[in-house]
């Protein structure tokens, strides 16, 4: 019959240890040597109410600390969600499959990638006070205009063109 050993906080030292050699020195998520000091022992949890279980209490492994924070946020994620409750979840199998998600890589028709909405970026507004600075010795730049350019809604490359035009009219007339 399993038997559960209940440790004491003083015997944590000793299992990370003893299992970070049998891991080779290494964290078998990252699959890589981590120092010992860098390591955390990881373990399922189990509320007051239940009984300790295989899944239920019990240490997992040792684990680089970064990873067993990802880890948990992962669980206590999957748990919010509701996606542990569901009959057939199985979280191996969702990892698994998560990580051949992450390996497919971007969505494509022929040579098209597509870039979502929220990844381009904003165009930027051509400021009130910047068109009036502008305004201001644009006549000065082009004495034989007689109108001023529309105020454009958004920078393009013929208003940064004459924004840096401006500046360096600017700067020619205060060097004198």
């Known amino acids: ?4 050993i209940e440790m004491k906080q003083a015997d944590i ?10 891991n080779n020195f290494k ?14 022992l990881d373990h399922t949890h189990k509320r007051k109410d239940e009984k ?9 492994t040792a684990l680089d600390f970064r990873v067993n924070a990802v880890l948990g946020k ?37 040579e098209y990638c597509f870039i979502h909405p929220s990844e381009v970026p904003k165009r930027k ?6 068109y009036n600075r502008v ?10 205009r007689k109108k001023m350019i529309k105020k454009p809604i958004y920078v393009n490359d013929k208003w940064e063109e004459l924004v840096l035009l401006t500046e360096n009219y600017i700067k020619k007339i205060q060097g004198d």
């Open 1 to 4: 019959m399993l038997q559960f």
């Open 13 to 22: 030292k000793v299992l990370k240890e003893k299992i970070w050699k049998q």
């Open 27 to 40: 964290c078998p998520v990252l699959n890589k040597e981590i120092p010992l000091d860098k390591m955390v």
């Open 52 to 60: 300790y279980a295989i899944d239920k209490g019990t240490i997992r």
């Open 74 to 110: 992962l669980e206590n994620s999957l748990k919010r969600t509701g996606l542990v409750k569901e009959p057939d979840f199985d979280i191996g199998e969702f990892l698994r499959n998560a990580a051949l998600y992450f390996e497919a890589g971007a969505y494509m028709e022929a």
């Open 125 to 130: 507004k051509v400021m009130k006070s910047e």
């Open 135 to 144: 305004k201001k010795y644009y006549f000065k730049l082009y004495p034989k």
